[in-house]
């Protein structure tokens, strides 16, 4: 049964692990470990910048996505942002991101101080964009553009 915690320093390992391949996979990109390493750890030093979130299934982590609060004055409330997400292929299909993604929804649902949920994604990632959709995510709104060191 998969289940659905917080992720903590101790998933610190995988986690990277996980972003690595994420990368590699959507991006073609070949990250710095160290670099990465650094980063999340640099999560569960200041809990403001964000929480991780893991499903796992019998001791092993599936999945992880990284929530981020972004406040939004519109709304007077904050909003989530899912970063940082990936699911091992061999996981795929089982609903992994459908928990994650259910977990977050049910804390916006429960919390007044919560506004929604956004994520980005590369625009040829079709299949990702399928999952979203069926979530019941859109993208009506916005488009995203960035300039980055």
Excluded: C
């Excluded at 909003?79 to 795929?92: D, F, G, M, N, T």
Aim: net charge neutral.
């Amino acid at each position: 049964m998969i289940e659905i915690r917080k992720g903590k320093l101790s998933d610190l390992e995988r986690i990277v692990e996980l972003q690595l391949r994420m990368a590699q996979e959507t991006e073609g990109l070949g990250l710095d470990k160290t670099v990465v390493g650094r980063g999340v750890h640099g999560v569960f030093q200041e809990p403001a910048r964000g929480t991780y979130w893991v499903a796992e299934e019998k001791g092993k982590v599936l999945g992880v996505l990284l929530a981020i609060p972004e406040w939004s004055d519109w709304r007077n409330g904050t909003v989530l942002w899912i970063h940082s997400l990936y699911v091992i292929p061999e996981a795929r299909g089982q609903g992994v991101f459908k928990k994650l993604y259910l977990n977050l929804e049910k804390q916006v649902q429960q919390s007044p101080e919560l506004a929604g949920l956004r994520l980005y994604v590369d625009k040829q990632n079709k299949s990702a964009q399928e999952v979203y959709e069926k979530m019941g995510m859109n993208k009506h709104h916005y488009e995203l553009y960035e300039w980055l060191k």
